[in-house]
C-alpha cells in the first residue's frame, strides 16, 4: 500500500505541475479572475455532493460539520486561497511556467517565517538555511535571461508570483491554526467557494471591458457561448481533476505515507513546472536560470529537515485533511514546518 500511495502523490504532484503552462495559455485568451471563477465553480460543482454525503454521515453520529466560528476560519484561509491563485494566475501572464513553478515552491521556506512573526515560533537552523538557498537561488533566477517579454515583464511576473507564494505560506499557517476546528471537507468546501465568490466579484469589477467586447448583455449570451473551448478544457481539467480530484485522492493516498516523505515527494512539483514547460510550451531556461531552479529546490528540500515547529504537528494531527489549490497547500501543511496545497498548488 504504501507504495501504491507514492505513486498516487507522484501522480497528483505531477498534475500540479502540468497545470502551469495549461493556465499560462488559457489566461492569453481569457481573463484571469474569470478563469479562476470558472475553475473554482467546476471544483464547487464536484465538493458539494461530496460535502453533503460526508455531512449526512457526520450528522447520523452526532458530529456537526461545524458551527459558526468554524465557518468564519474557513472564510478567512480561503482568502488567502484566493490571494494565492490570484497573484500566481496573474503572474503567469508575463513569466514562464518553470519559473512560476519554484518561485511559488517558496512557499516551504516562507511558511516558518511567518509562523514566526504571527504565532512567534522561531525557526530552526534547517529553515535558516533553507531561505539563504532560496534566496541565493531567486537572485540568479531574476538575473537578465530569456524569458519571453523581456528583463521588466519578467520581473513583474516573477514578483507576482512571489507574492502568491507569501499567500499560500499564510494560507499555511491559517490552515494550522484553525484546521482543527473544521471537518478538513467543510474546510475545502468552504475555501473552494470562497476563491469563486471572491473571482467573480473581481471579474465584475476589472474586467468588464472583456465581457462588453463580447457583447454578452446585448446579445443574452450565455457564459458557455463566450469561453474559448480550449479554456473550457483547462478550466475542467483544472478545477474538476487538479483542484477538486487532486485533493480528494490526495487526502486518501497521505493516509499510507508519512507526512514528511509526502513532502519530499511534493518538491517535485517545480521540476515537473519545467519540465511540461520546456515539452509543451518550448520554455528555455539560460545556465543562472537553472543554475538558480537548482537552489530554490535544495533550499525546499533543507527545509523540510525541520521538524520541530508547534504548527507542524498541529497540522500532522489534521491527517488526512485539505488546504491548496486546497489538494496542494494542505499536502504542504501536512509536510512543512506549518505546503498547500496542493495545487496549484
Given amino acids: 500500500m504504501r ?9 497528483v504532484t505531477l498534475l500540479w505541475g502540468s497545470t502551469f503552462v495549461m493556465v499560462k495559455n488559457a489566461t492569453r485568451e481569457f481573463p484571469v479572475f474569470a478563469f479562476l471563477a470558472l475553475r473554482f465553480g467546476l471544483a464547487l460543482w464536484v465538493l458539494i455532493p461530496v460535502l453533503v454525503l460526508v455531512g449526512r454521515r457526520e450528522m447520523r453520529v452526532g458530529r456537526p460539520l461545524g458551527g459558526r466560528r468554524q465557518w468564519l476560519a474557513g472564510l478567512a484561509t480561503g482568502f488567502f486561497l484566493f490571494g494565492g491563485y490570484a497573484l500566481q494566475t496573474l503572474g503567469l501572464q508575463s513569466t514562464s511556467a518553470g519559473r512560476a513553478g519554484f518561485i511559488t515552491g517558496l512557499s516551504v521556506v516562507i511558511v516558518p517565517f511567518i509562523s514566526a512573526v504571527l504565532l512567534r515560533e522561531r525557526p530552526g537552523w534547517p529553515a535558516l538555511v533553507g531561505v539563504g538557498l532560496a534566496v541565493g537561488g531567486l537572485a540568479l533566477m531574476f538575473l537578465p535571461g530569456e524569458a519571453e517579454g523581456g528583463l521588466l515583464a519578467a520581473s513583474r511576473g516573477d514578483l507576482l508570483v512571489l507574492g502568491c507564494a507569501f499567500a499560500f505560506a499564510a494560507h499555511v499557517v491559517a490552515i494550522g491554526r484553525f484546521g482543527r476546528q473544521m471537518h478538513e471537507v467543510t474546510l475545502s468546501t468552504v475555501q473552494v467557494a470562497v476563491v469563486f ?36 478544457g483547462a478550466a475542467a481539467f483544472t478545477g474538476v481533476f487538479v483542484t477538486a480530484g487532486g485533493l480528494l485522492v490526495q487526502t486518501r493516498a497521505q493516509r499510507e505515507t508519512s ?53 507542524r504537528r498541529a497540522c500532522l ?16 501543511c501536512e509536510s512543512t514546518p506549518a505546503r498547500f496545497d496542493a495545487g496549484t498548488r
Fill in 259 to 311: 507526512a514528511v516523505h509526502a513532502a519530499l515527494i511534493f518538491s517535485l512539483e517545480p521540476v515537473f513546472a519545467l519540465l511540461f514547460g520546456y515539452l509543451l510550451a518550448g520554455e528555455r531556461l539560460g545556465l543562472t536560470e537553472v543554475m538558480g531552479s537548482a537552489l530554490v529546490l535544495l533550499g525546499m528540500l533543507v527545509s523540510e529537515v525541520e521538524e520541530s515547529f508547534p504548527i
Fill in 3 to 11: 507504495k501504491v500511495a507514492d505513486l498516487t502523490l507522484v501522480l
Fill in 317 to 332: 494531527r489534521l491527517l488526512p485533511a485539505p488546504a491548496l489549490s486546497p489538494g496542494r497547500e494542505q499536502g504542504r
Fill in 197 to 232: 465568490v471572491a473571482s467573480m466579484v473581481a471579474s465584475a469589477g476589472w474586467e468588464q471591458s472583456y465581457w462588453h467586447s463580447r457583447r454578452l448583455v446585448e446579445a443574452g449570451a450565455g457564459v458557455a457561448g463566450v469561453v474559448p473551448p480550449g479554456v473550457w
